[in-house]
T-cell receptor
Framework: NAGVTQTPKFRVLKTGQSMTLLCAQD?????MYWYRQDPGMGLRLIHY???????AKGEVPDGYNVSRLKKQNFLLGLESAAPSQTSVYFC????????????FGPGTRLTVT | GENVEQHPSTLSVQEGDSAVIKCTYS??????FPWYKQELGKGPQLIID?????GEKKDQRIAVTLNKTAKHFSLHITETQPEDSAVYFC????????FGPGTSLSVIP
């Protein structure tokens, strides 16, 4: 049981480049989340999904898109990366909803130059 | 929307002493209050949580108290050990979980 995994672990992008972060969970959880973590600001919710085929905006959705084509996967896309998107990105999942334990992945450290 | 404040931002204690971290929230509809511990280079991990119908919960050296009237809740760690050194996040949830900014706890041997 791997829990929540994230790919890649590290990435450096130039401004304007695009990339996709992949999150996978093997716990059959309905809810999945993408957060960004910046110093002194805790974890801020970017987008989330309440089930396969659904997505919704969180606190800081601008500049990001997501897709949940399969229940076990949640993809976060950056279409045109900006230096302000330099951060550590965490994926999480929970069952049966947000007011229950969230299981986090190990994070992806993204630097945009 | 919901706002969660957390204090202090950094905390140093001697091994064996107690540590207390306090949080306040703004949305009176919040009904779930988890605490997460994040070790260096890892994702956060739940250590204890409390729901709005309970005032206090304890798990070995860790306890959480909730005052719904005042909209604040606290984490208490007793008999601290070096392995308790980490960043701790409180959170409040109604339909979404909102995290506090975190407290970096250092336990000095």
């Amino acid at each position: 049981n791997a829990g929540v995994t994230q790919t890649p672990k590290f990435r450096v992008l130039k401004t304007g480049q695009s990339m996709t972060l992949l999150c996978a969970q093997d716990m059959n959880h309905e809810y999945m989340y993408w957060y960004r973590q910046d110093p002194g600001m805790g974890l801020r919710l970017i987008h989330y999904s309440v089930g396969e085929g659904t997505t919704a905006k969180g606190e800081v959705p601008d500049g990001y898109n997501v897709s949940r084509l399969k229940k076990q996967n949640f993809l976060l896309g950056l279409e045109s990366a900006a230096p302000s998107q330099t951060s550590v990105y965490f994926c999480a999942s929970s069952y049966p909803g947000p007011s229950y334990e969230q299981y986090f992945g190990p994070g992806t450290r993204l630097t945009v130059t | 929307g919901e706002n969660v404040e957390q204090h202090p931002s950094t905390l140093s204690v001697q091994e064996g002493d107690s540590a207390v971290i306090k949080c306040t929230y703004s949305d009176s509809a919040s009904n779930y209050f988890p605490w997460y511990k994040q070790e260096l280079g890892k994702g956060p991990q739940l250590i204890i949580d409390i729901r709005s119908n309970v005032g206090e919960k304890k798990d070995q050296r860790i306890a959480v108290t909730l005052n719904k009237t005042a909209k604040h809740f606290s984490l208490h760690i007793t008999e601290t050990q070096p392995e308790d050194s980490a960043v701790y996040f409180c959170a409040a949830s109604n339909d979404k979980v909102i995290f506090g900014p975190g407290t970096s706890l250092s336990v000095i041997p």
